[in-house]
Every structure is written in structure tokens, then in C-alpha cells.
T-cell receptor, first 114, second 113 residues
Framework: AQSVTQLGSHVSVSEGALVLLRCNYS??????LFWYVQYPNQGLQLLLK??????LVKGINGFEAEFKKSETSFHLTKPSAHMSDAAEYFC????????????FGTGTRLKVLA | EPEVTQTPSHQVTQMGQEVILRCVPISNHLYFYWYRQILGQKVEFLVSFYNNEISEKSEIFDDQFSVERPDGSNFTLKIRSTKLEDSAMYFC???????????FGSGTQLSVL
């Protein structure tokens, strides 16, 4: 079975500071990993994904994440936070078999302080 | 960019009533999903649908729930007899396959009174 753990349901950073949102996964098969962002009253938008190949993946809006198999982690980072980054962020895991369903973490609400 | 369309955006119903949530996935996609998100909680998988049949469902997806793709375009979720605890945001999603991203609709907020 696959699962995702997001440490920290709420994270606050100052504008211009580093953003680090943590995600650890559990999977018995090679995972596919995703970060989605949800703005208030909106659906989920894909930020970035890791399937195979390069372990450092870059996404939209300056976000990136690194797949570390030894640590079973896929943390999301951004060097400099903007006010517009305030949102809920979800990490998700899928696999190359079965129905490709995504299992989501509980989410991390990012607050950016002026 | 193509979009998954969901209607209505808000649905209010009385407990025990039937509701149908509608979705139009992206036209060349093959895999279809329903997820729900209770306020303040995580996004939960309900059901996946491929080749005109359910391929996987969660424990949440009991006999009160059903899905249909009646005309090759729409993808519906029916709740036969709604309960208070069915109140949630319901998201439809579709994808072409495992290497492609999952596209989500903007959701239907279901309120059961």
C-alpha cells in the first residue's frame, strides 16, 4: 500500500524567505510523486511531478522538489516566497501499476508574512 | 490548456435525497476519477474508472455511490440517498495515463442539510 505523510499542517514564512514543505512517502513499488497547489475555492493544480530520470524536478512558479529514495522524501522548496504563494499544498504518490490512483497527503497550508 | 469541467459548482440537498454530480473530462483522456475533500481535511480517493467500468474504489464508495459514463463525454457521480457526512467538495479528475498529469476540475461543493 502507498501512503504520504506531510509534516506540518501549517507553515509560515516571511516574504522573500525560503519555502520548505516536507513530504515523505511509503511505496512498495517505484513511486510517482506529485505536488499540487490549491488556492482558496479552487481545484488542484499540478506544480511538479517526478516519474523517472532526474531526481531534481522543477515546476511552475519557481518551485522545485528533489526525490530522495534513501530518505523516501520529496520535499518542495522555493528560494524566495511571494505573497501569492499562500495556498494549500498537497503531496501525492501514485504508481505505474493498477489504476494509477493518486494518494494525497493531508496538506500543508502555507502562509506568507509581509 | 484543456480543462475538466464540473457542474454545478454548488449543490444543496436534503438528507435522503439523490444527487448527481456531473463532469466533462478532457476528451482524449482514458482514466477518470472522483475524489472528495471534507472541509479542512485531505483529498480522498473515491473511485477510478477505465474502459467503461470501475477499476478501483475506496471504502468510502459504498452502495450509495455509483458512477457512469453514459455518452462517452460526461462522467457522473450519483449518491442515491445523501447523508450529512456526504457534505464535501467533490473533485472529478482525468488523465491519459501514468506519465501524464492528473487534471482536476474546480469541484462541486455539496451541502447536505
Amino acid at each position: 500500500a502507498q501512503s504520504v505523510t506531510q509534516l506540518g499542517s501549517h507553515v509560515s514564512v516571511s516574504e522573500g524567505a525560503l519555502v520548505l514543505l516536507r513530504c515523505n512517502y511509503s511505496s512498495s513499488v517505484p513511486p510517482y510523486l506529485f505536488w499540487y497547489v490549491q488556492y482558496p475555492n479552487q481545484g488542484l493544480q499540478l506544480l511538479l511531478k517526478y516519474t523517472t530520470g532526474a531526481t531534481l524536478v522543477k515546476g511552475i512558479n519557481g518551485f522545485e522538489a528533489e526525490f530522495k529514495k534513501s530518505e523516501t522524501s520529496f520535499h518542495l522548496t522555493k528560494p524566495s516566497a511571494h505573497m501569492s504563494d499562500a495556498a494549500e499544498y498537497f503531496c501525492a504518490v501514485s504508481s505505474s501499476s493498477g489504476t494509477y490512483k493518486y494518494i494525497f497527503g493531508t496538506g500543508t497550508r502555507l502562509k506568507v508574512l509581509a | 490548456e484543456p480543462e475538466v469541467t464540473q457542474t454545478p459548482s454548488h449543490q444543496v440537498t436534503q438528507m435522503g435525497q439523490e444527487v448527481i454530480l456531473r463532469c466533462v473530462p478532457i476528451s482524449n483522456h482514458l482514466y477518470f476519477y472522483w475524489y472528495r475533500q471534507i472541509l479542512g481535511q485531505k483529498v480522498e480517493f473515491l473511485v477510478s474508472f477505465y474502459n467503461n467500468e470501475i477499476s478501483e474504489k475506496s471504502e468510502i464508495f459504498d452502495d450509495q455511490f455509483s458512477v457512469e459514463r453514459p455518452d462517452g463525454s460526461n462522467f457522473t457521480l450519483k449518491i442515491r440517498s445523501t447523508k450529512l457526512e456526504d457534505s464535501a467538495m467533490y473533485f472529478c479528475a482525468s488523465t491519459r495515463g501514468v506519465y501524464e498529469k492528473l487534471f482536476f476540475g474546480s469541484g462541486t461543493q455539496l451541502s447536505v442539510l
